[in-house]
């Protein structure tokens, strides 16, 4: 067993009790009747939000966007990407998603066998299972960071 396979085994150990997430995947509304209908969100299944990594019983993923699922309701936006940020909750909400929760979307599997990509928020530096926290951050060993990370789901700060 690598270094990597061991730390995220005994990551989903110390996660076993902690709250998952949903992931979905957005779908284009097919047609019925000719009628365009509305995209919606589907499940896909659960996972432990750990900052840029969401990881489930058997794969690592590279976050996306996050939404809260909402009803749709019409207003006005100053801009687009607000627009676009109602028109997903929207969708999580018409794909099963109680009002109110959250729901992962546009993430991608991290392929573990070929961690040499320097894009991707996971891969070896040095030989080492390491992270990067953000696109302009630096890289940090992945030990350091699922600890952190484990403990900041475990154990949230007052009011969190």
Same mark, same amino acid.
């Given at each position: 067993?690598?270094?990597?396979?061991?730390?995220?085994?005994? !990551?989903? $150990?110390? &996660?076993? =009790?902690? @709250?998952?997430?949903?992931? %979905?995947? +957005?779908?284009?509304?097919?047609?019925?009747?000719?009628? /365009?209908?509305? #995209?919606?969100?589907? $499940?896909?299944?659960?996972?432990?939000?750990? %900052?840029?990594?969401? +990881?489930?019983?058997?794969?690592?993923?590279?976050? %996306? $966007?996050?939404?809260?699922?909402?009803?749709?309701?019409?207003?006005?936006?100053?801009?687009?990407?607000?627009?676009?940020?109602?028109?997903?909750?929207?969708?999580?909400?018409?794909?099963?998603? #109680?009002?109110?929760?959250?729901?992962?979307?546009?993430?991608? @599997?991290? =392929? &573990?066998?070929?961690?040499?990509?320097?894009? !991707? @928020?996971? !891969? &070896?530096? =040095?030989?080492? #299972?390491?992270?990067?926290?953000? !696109?302009? %951050?630096?890289?940090? /060993?992945?030990?350091?960071? +699922?600890?952190?990370?484990? =403990?900041?789901?475990?154990? #949230? /700060?007052?009011?969190?």
């Amino acid at each position: 067993m690598s270094e990597l396979e061991r730390l995220l085994a005994a !990551a989903r $150990d110390r &996660l076993a =009790d902690a @709250p998952r997430e949903r992931i %979905g995947e +957005l779908q284009e509304g097919r047609r019925l009747l000719g009628i /365009p209908r509305a #995209p919606r969100i589907v $499940d896909r299944g659960r996972a432990w939000h750990l %900052g840029v990594l969401l +990881l489930t019983d058997d794969a690592v993923l590279a976050t %996306g $966007d996050i939404v809260r699922s909402r009803a749709e309701v019409r207003r006005g936006f100053a801009a687009e990407s607000q627009r676009r940020r109602a028109e997903l909750a929207a969708a999580a909400h018409r794909g099963g998603v #109680p009002e109110g929760e959250t729901v992962h979307i546009g993430w991608h @599997p991290l =392929d &573990l066998s070929a961690l040499q990509d320097r894009s !991707a @928020p996971l !891969a &070896l530096r =040095d030989g080492r #299972p390491a992270v990067r926290w953000s !696109a302009q %951050g630096g890289w940090m /060993p992945l030990a350091r960071y +699922l600890d952190e990370r484990i =403990d900041l789901l475990v154990h #949230p /700060p007052e009011r969190a």
